[in-house]
């Protein structure tokens, strides 16, 4: 997939009635409280460090645990162990480039996110973002990404078909619930291979390509 040109990025943008943001890898680079955790959970449940954190990215941390979690565990447990962590550590957590002026465009805008209500407030507040109109958590829905749920019901939220949106997402897992809710999607290529991109509409290393500061 090639860049988009910036003319091809404005039309986008100019067509869009709202703007749909993932949080983590996308608004904000919460890596190192993420991975402090998911490792912590693998050590605990007999598993690669390594691997857990590569298969969890995007996902509601609930469902990640729980089908990963060792067989017999409690799984209210396991989840409530990750989410505790992750609350606890808000070290390193710091917008990513474009982020503010992302959420300050004056589209409509919203956060779709794995997050728990808490969790997202914790990072949201630690990055020292603006609130957006909208925050859609897990906590919001019964089926998380790659479903199309959150995505359509931050739409839902925002007064907008989701075919007058565009998502803006860095996981294969975003890219896919993005797509299947009809939205345009722009990827970034701040945390996956590229190659694991390639259902999105368009890629860009970061949202300083879309929201020049």
Known sequence: MTDPTADQIRSALDKAEALLFDLDGTLIDSSGS???????????????PEEVVASVQGQPSAESSARLARPGADLEEEARFVEDFELADSEGIVPLPGAIAALTS???????????????????????LPWPDVVVTANDINKGKPDPEPFLLGAKKLGVSPRDCVVFEDAPA?????????ALVIALRTTHPEETLAEADLLVDDLLDVFPD
Not at 34 to 44: D, G, H
Not at 174 to 182: L, R, T
């Open 106 to 128: 004056g589209k409509k805008v919203a956060i779709v996110t794995s997050c728990t209500d808490a969790l997202a407030e914790v990072r949201i507040n630690a990055a020292g």
């Open 174 to 182: 975003g890219v896919e619930s993005g797509k299947a809710a009809g």
């Open 34 to 48: 993420t991975r402090r955790a998911w490792s912590a959970f693998a050590v605990r449940n007999g598993l690669d």
